[in-house]
């Protein structure tokens, strides 16, 4: 076929060989069918759908797709993250002029300039690459149906990060607005995926109006079957201590990344946080000063130029190394990276094995990560990840069913164009795996609320910016309040930010409210890599100079505190079940040798079928420690639920502290537990009602609700440059949240908030299977003498909110020497 071996000659020339995934994909795409193509990082997924688009546009024009022009969006390529369209749109275009076709790209989001978006509005490009904020602005204009009648396929990049989350919601509802709005032709969805555990699912999430509008499309998922070799190399502290406690190392192995940085042309060093980030950049520059101009720093809150200078640079070679947050995780197409350095655990399975794609990230070659831990016991992780590596046990992503607050903001977004008919999009609504379960009851909620505000609003006019005309259509009213939702149109919900300016003028970043609120003017903290003093606050501005002070306060952002994941929870039970019995021929196992001897000497080390709770008594009190190795959430949940449980017993006060591996309960009384009670205390019985009476549920759903607020439009976080205080936000959400729960108690948007407490902060089912296996398992109660490995990190952990660095440190000390 001549598309075929145009393709293949051109491949040729690059000395290039399509792998039989890229193949099997473009023969599906020439058959008009949609699907999934799965593929490990660096092995060509982008091409397997941007090349079959190429081919099937080819074998339609047979004898004129190279003079062919101006033949309106063709395909539509949706990505999660800004910095990954750069380099797409680079590789596209590179493939397109050297098969000198005069298609154009054309990149949307929010970075593109005012003067960009007019010229897409008067022609689109062929291929356009969109974020999914910036493809709902797209659906909101007048006449946005006509953008699409010459798509041919709509791709969803990297969609196991969009899936699971309100932005994978709003993918599916983009989806099936333009498979409605195109009369003449349905196009393709394709989505591309890293490994997940729940493929299938994803799969069927992700093309479920297409399956739905169709009676003859089987879904097709397109597996690449290659083996990416990937080796874990642990970084060990010199000695192992006997007492683990987090921070206590990372930091200080910094020193035993140098070597690293000198092997490798160029290293990704990843770190769970942004404040700590800032904390490695500025070490590395300290040990070795002559890093200076080769190091940079990457994250979230940096200014954009400066970020983008950093993936510029990155590509092209000039820089030895970058310290970065999750904002590096996908894939960005960074050839030249060798080697990745993760600092601390990764919390799952999949995030680790994103991370090591980021080096050799090309077909056939090693992708080579260390792991540098924080405390002795994240080595146990590390052990645990190399077994991970082997099985390939991934994540499953959950999808997310009935976000009422995307819908809400959805329909919005529809009336603020050319209006919508309400039984044609319930149907195309329904036809999303979202709001499949969705009833007539609910549906005509959500339309009396916009129209309305519902039974509780329906006083205040604000809440009532939609109407049915008399065409039958629902539109919105008022040029202020189109533009208002458009400004707002999104689902990214972060603490407010405030802009960070040098007193002279010029942008230094971003920072979260709620960090700086607790400074006085006079105080210095770190930001981008730079020590700044605190001048003052202007409205939504800090004002900063540069300071060279020694000591400076490391921001801390509320999103850094990721929980374990399931899965490696259970890789890391196994680990540890190896160590119970003895088995000292793994070398991590028997590095770690000192810590498991001593924990054993003073306690135990549980099997994975066995659930470890020691009892000890120190001077600050009686102390229950739980070792789960599930997860701070789950943790947390069952640190108020045994709290609960016990004051039934008898009248006793607690303070409790989690971390990802086991929960403490501290009482200046005996804790009432013994072999005859502990069954019951750890019951699954009547779970629900209990998280309810044990924690303060309302207010978990009211910090919920906030979100939920914004994204449904009932909160306006003011113009660009005047937002809102968080203060001001937390506020008005409480103040509705309130109104709810006294005149509208089966409002669809309360009812949400708190059944995401449920489902995705207190991890309810993570917290009902923990409980069976805790049911089936064998107690250990142990009463030590003095603290053990096991439960001294969640102790420091418990003490560090309430102390500084420095005080922490003596603290530890003393207590070290103690025990």
Request: charged share 25%; aromatic share 8%; hydrophobic share 40%.
């Amino acid at each position: 076929m001549e598309a075929f071996s145009i393709i293949s000659s051109w491949l040729d020339k690059k000395g290039w060989k399509p792998f039989a995934f890229q193949e099997e994909t473009w023969q599906h795409i020439l058959n008009d069918k949609s699907g999934l193509v799965n593929a490990p990082t660096g092995c060509g997924k982008t091409y397997s759908v941007f090349v079959g688009a190429l081919i099937k546009f080819i074998h339609e024009h047979p004898g004129d797709w190279q003079s062919r022009q101006n033949n309106g969006l063709r395909l539509l390529w949706i990505t999660p993250l800004r910095a990954l369209a750069k380099d797409i749109g680079r590789a596209m275009e590179e493939a397109l002029s050297e098969l000198n076709m005069p298609w154009k790209v054309g990149i949307r989001n929010g970075d593109t300039s005012t003067t960009e978006r007019q010229k897409q509005k008067r022609k689109l490009p062929e291929i356009l690459i969109i974020t999914p904020e910036s493809l709902h602005i797209l659906l909101s204009g007048k006449e946005h149906e006509k953008y699409f009648e010459s798509l041919d396929i709509v791709a969803v990049d990297e969609w196991h990060e969009l899936m699971g989350s309100k932005r994978g919601v709003q993918t599916e509802l983009a989806i099936s607005r333009i498979l409605h709005a195109n009369k003449k032709r349905k196009p393709q969805v394709w989505g591309i995926s890293a490994t997940i555990g729940n493929l299938e699912e994803a799969r069927d999430v992700l093309l479920s109006p297409v399956l739905l509008s169709t009676d003859t499309q089987e879904p097709i998922t397109v597996v690449a079957r290659i083996e990416k070799n990937i080796e874990v190399l642990p970084v060990f502290p010199d000695e192992v201590e006997h007492y683990p406690w987090a921070g206590h190392l990372g930091i200080k192995l910094a020193h035993a990344v140098l070597p690293i940085l000198e092997q490798s042309r160029s290293t990704l060093i990843f770190i769970n946080t942004r404040g700590m980030s800032e904390m490695w950049y500025q070490t590395l520059l300290d040990l070795s000063p002559e890093l200076a101009g080769t190091i940079a720093l990457h994250h979230g809150s940096i200014d954009r130029e400066l970020r983008i200078w950093v993936e510029e640079a990155l590509h092209e070679g000039k820089l030895k190394a970058v310290v970065c947050t999750a904002s590096l995780d996908l894939g960005v197409d960074f050839r030249p990276v060798e080697t990745v350095i993760q600092v601390g655990s990764p919390k799952g399975v999949a995030r680790f094995l994103q991370r090591a794609g980021r080096s050799g990230h090309a077909p056939g070659e090693t992708s080579r990560i260390y792991f540098l831990p924080t405390h002795s016991l994240e080595l146990m992780e590390a052990a645990a990840l190399q077994d991970a590596l082997g099985d390939r046990k991934v994540e499953s992503k959950p999808p997310l069913l009935l976000c009422f607050d995307v819908l809400i903001q959805y329909l919005c977004t529809l009336a603020a164009g050319d209006g919508f008919d309400a039984q044609k999009t319930k149907e195309e609504v329904a036809s999303t795996f979202c709001f499949r379960e969705m009833n007539d009851e609910e549906w005509n909620e959500v339309l009396q609320f916009i129209t309305t505000g519902g039974n509780a609003l329906q006083q205040y006019d604000e809440y009532q910016k939609i109407e049915q005309e008399e065409d039958g259509r629902y539109r919105m009213q008022g040029r202020r309040n189109i533009m208002r939702h458009r400004l707002h149109i999104g689902t990214i919900v972060s603490d407010a930010m405030m802009k960070v300016k040098w007193v002279s003028g010029g942008y230094v970043g971003v920072i979260e409210e709620w960090f700086i609120s607790k400074l006085q003017p006079g105080d210095v903290f770190t930001l981008a890599g730079r020590n700044l003093e605190l001048v003052s606050i202007k409205e939504m501005t800090v004002q900063v100079r540069k300071s060279n002070a020694k000591k400076s306060i490391v921001p801390s952002w509320m999103g850094g505190r990721m929980p374990l994941s399931a899965n490696l929870g259970e890789l890391l039970r196994k680990k540890l079940n190896q160590a119970a019995e003895n088995t000292k021929d793994h070398p991590i196992l028997n590095k770690l040798s000192p810590l498991l001897d001593w924990q054993k000497t003073l306690s135990a080390i549980p099997k994975s079928d066995e659930l470890l709770i020691e009892m000890i008594e120190t001077k600050d009190g009686h102390h229950l420690f739980v070792h789960t190795f599930e997860g701070r959430l789950v943790n947390e949940a069952l640190a108020a639920i045994l709290s609960w449980r016990i004051t039934r017993i008898a009248p006793i006060s607690f303070t409790f502290a989690m971390n990802d591996y086991s929960l403490e309960l501290l009482s200046d009384q005996p804790i009432p537990i013994d072999e005859q009670n502990m069954h019951a205390l750890f019951s699954k019985e009547n779970l629900t009602e209990d998280i309810y009476r044990s924690v303060n549920a309302t207010e978990m759903a009211k910090r919920k609700f906030r979100d939920i607020a914004v994204i449904g439009g009932l909160i306006f976080q003011g113009m660009p440059g005047e937002q809102k205080k968080a203060r001001h936000l937390q506020s008005s959400a409480s103040l509705l949240f309130n109104v709810f729960m006294e005149y509208d108690r089966q409002n669809i948007l309360l009812k949400q908030a708190f059944e995401e407490v449920m489902y995705q902060q207190m991890e309810e089912e993570r917290l009902r299977n923990l409980l069976e296996r805790i049911g089936s398992a064998k107690i250990i109660l142990k009463r030590p003498e003095r603290l053990t490995p096991f439960s001294f990190p969640v102790k420091v952990d418990s003490m560090r909110e309430s102390m500084s660095s420095e005080k922490l440190e003596d603290r530890i000390k003393k207590m070290l020497r103690q025990v």
